[in-house]
């Protein structure tokens, strides 16, 4: 009951039969549409392709090449391929994942259609890519589109916690980092939970010190350290906030 309780909150911040590989927390495969187009796993090949162009482009600083030659090809793509699909559409980086946006697609009484990650990956980097161009509403924008798709990714609930973080909107930044940390926990890959679970524990630490409720900033550095003893950030702001309560 109290994990069916985090899902429903984990949804409500974002606004076909799958092949998968067997074993605990292992990356879903692509889902082929039915009806929609052929050749799907070709065509998300070419996707792969121009995403990680995309993420070498944004890397070296060129992030509206990125965005226009890259990432709105691919969003546009999807747009068009499932713009007037019936079902609920999402995203999956793991069989959890999966098989919770399965569940709550029946729990709506719709039925789900889970591929792989690469729409809402788009969206994200595109969210990144502005927000690094400071273009803080569009890439809010594309940041929930991602989320739509994928609203247990912890990854890019931490990205719109950061965002929130640079619009000073504490709370909300807090709410985020949280639902990120959850999802991180029950639903990101095993490669990358230790990495995306630190990110939401920190970003809740600075909401908390930015709100001054000072016990609970420590706290959840603590929880950082338990994790990762040398964790930088960490014990820097566990030193600040020891000189914020003298």
Known sequence: MK???????????????????????????????????????????????????????????????????????????????????????????TKEEYDFYSMSATNEGKESHILSDNWSKAYYMKGYALLELKEFNLAEKSLRKALYLSPS???????????????????????????AEKSASLFSPKSLKKEELLRAKRGMGFAYTELREFNKSEAKYREVLNIDSR????????????????
């Open 3 to 93: 994990n069916m309780l985090i899902f429903s909150t984990i949804l409500l911040i974002s606004g076909c039969t799958p092949i998968v590989k067997k074993g605990s927390n292992q990356t879903i495969q692509v889902v082929q549409p039915n009806n929609t187009i052929d050749n799907y796993q070709i065509v998300d090949k070419r996707h792969n392709r121009l995403l990680t162009i995309a993420k070498e482009l944004i890397e070296k600083g060129d992030r509206k090449e990125a965005i226009v030659k890259y990432l709105n090809p691919v969003i546009v793509d999807y747009e068009k391929i499932y713009a007037n699909s019936s079902k609920r559409i999402y995203n999956a980086r």
């Open 153 to 179: 990714n912890s990854k890019y609930l931490s990205e719109l916690g950061h965002l929130q973080h640079i619009k000073k909107e504490w709370r909300e930044s807090l709410k985020s980092y949280g639902l």
């Open 231 to 246: 964790d930088k950030i960490a014990l820097r702001e566990l030193k600040y906030i020891q000189g914020l309560k003298r």
